[in-house]
């Protein structure tokens, strides 16, 4: 699968994506592109599925129609990002064309991080 990693996540994204061609936008020169733009020339070029951090693209951008899959993630901080990156390749099967897969990280809330500090 062809995948193209926004400029926003961190690069050892990729690592969770063994067995795939990833790619990032600024090394595809389309680091300038707004994110119209770059879905276009993405799925142009033949990617797949694109990951964004960015969780205002499905409000911005008209997907009907488009054959390119997005995976949003919750945040680029990659330590965290790193503890579930085996949730990336199940979140990447349910990825279909047209579609925003937000992929949400388990949040520990305030009360847990009070009471783990006793």
Sequence with gaps: MRVLRDVCNPVQVRRALVNHEVHTAVKMGWGELENGALLAVAEAAGFELFIICDKNLRYQQNLAGRHLAILELWTN??????????SFGRMR????RANIVPLRGLRRSATQGRDSAK
Aim: with cysteine; aromatic share 8%; proline share 14%.
């Design 93 to 96: 099967r349910r990825c279909s």
């Design 77 to 86: 901080h990659r330590p965290t990002l790193e503890q579930h990156f085996p």
